[in-house]
Every structure is written in C-alpha cells, then in structure tokens.
C-alpha cells in the first residue's frame, strides 16, 4: 500500500464493500487469476469499476494503469486496512441453533477470526465441546475472556437478554460485539458494533417480492 490516508473519512459504504473484494480477488487467487482489472473485478461482484476505483483510492493507490490489480498484492493490501493480517480471538454467547451453527462455521479461521470460548447458562451445555471449543457458565466470562484475550463478542441470545450480555461482554473487555439478537444494544463509544437482524433481512425480501406481484 502505497499511502495510507489515515485522515479521510471513509463511508460506512465503503468500509462494507471491502469484504466483497477481498473475497473475490481470494476467490480468484485460487482461480489461479494474477491480475485482475477493476472492470473484471467489478462484474463478479456487480460493483462499477468507477466505485471499486473510488473506494481504493481512498485508502492509497493501487494497481498499474493499462494493467490492472496484482491480485495477491490487492489482497494483502486490503486485508491489512481491515486488520486480517493479525487472529482475533471470538467468543459466542448462547448457543441455541443460531449459536451452536456459528460455533461450527468452518470459515472464521481462514480469515483470522479464532472461536476461544463459548458460554451459555444452561446446565446441560456447560463442559460440551463444539468444534474442540468449551461451551462455559456465563459466569466465567470475565476470566475467560481475559485469560484467552477474547477481542469479539458474538451475542446470539434472545432480545430480552442481549443488553445485559453486551453489558457483561464490555465489563469483560471485550472491543467489538457481533450482534445477531434483534435489538439495538448501547455501548461505550470504544466499542464497536454490528448488528445482524435475520427478521429484516427476510422483511425486505418479502418487500420486494410483493413489489413484482
């Protein structure tokens, strides 16, 4: 990465769309793709190359003209501004079946992302493995969590617990909360959240589906 414009205000837009080229130029590395040019990368991600090279260039300049992306050299370069090149240690509170099928989602270790811990309340789950990774009592969470330098917090509880939870998960140290409950939870402001609400993401379906009818 040639500059790296740590002033500019990068949009939320941006930031999102980030992930996608780092999939794709990942995806095409294994294609056994070398260079890739901003209209190919584009149309496999239906993105304009006009807004892949906008929101490059927002971050340093890449890529040679009349050339193209080096695709390994993009890759690398993306994944540090979204820190990929380090392990972030995970934790999962709650394992009902959203939880017990993020705990066994094999794609969180190729991209740096380490499942440490899992906690739950119930008695039947406490001491269970998933993944060769301890389901532990909630209560344990401060400890653990220090122990194991846990950075990201997955909450997959229900909505009437999840502030308490994030509460927990901020007191423990935790810097970064994956939300999937379907609430808005506070935090500190050094805490950074995401919240996934599965009910919205089928609503806008069902929106437009029923827009073609």
């Known amino acids: 990465m040639k500059e790296n414009k740590e002033n500019a205000v990068i949009s939320k837009a941006t930031i999102d769309r980030l992930p996608l080229y780092y999939r794709t130029l990942k995806l095409s590395q ?5 260079i890739i040019s901003s209209e190919e ?57 959203l939880g017990w099928a993020l705990a066994n989602y094999a794609n969180f270790s190729p991209q740096g992302f380490q499942l440490r811990a899992i906690f739950d309340i119930d008695p039947e789950k406490i001491g269970r493995y998933i993944n060769e990774v301890e389901i ?14 846990i950075q990201i917090g997955i909450i997959t509880v229900p909505a009437d617990h999840a502030q308490n939870i994030a509460d927990r998960l ?20 050094n ?3 995401i919240s996934e609400d599965l009910s919205v993401g089928l609503s806008s379906i069902s929106y437009y589906i029923s827009r073609q009818h």
Do not use: C
């Open 136 to 149: 532990f009592h909630i209560d344990t969470m401060n400890e653990i969590i220090s122990a194991r330098d």
């Open 191 to 193: 805490v950074h959240v």
């Open 30 to 34: 294994e294609e056994g793709i070398e």
């Open 170 to 189: 901020v007191e423990a140290g935790i810097k970064g909360i994956w939300n999937f409950a379907p609430i808005k939870i506070d935090v500190p402001p």
């Open 41 to 97: 990368l584009g149309r496999k991600i239906g993105v304009t190359p006009e807004q892949i090279r906008k929101d490059l260039s927002a971050f340093g300049e890449f890529g040679k003209k009349g050339v193209g992306y080096y695709v390994r050299e993009l890759m690398r370069n993306i994944g540090e501004i979204l820190g990929l090149n380090r392990t972030w240690n995970i934790a999962i509170v709650g394992v009902g079946h």
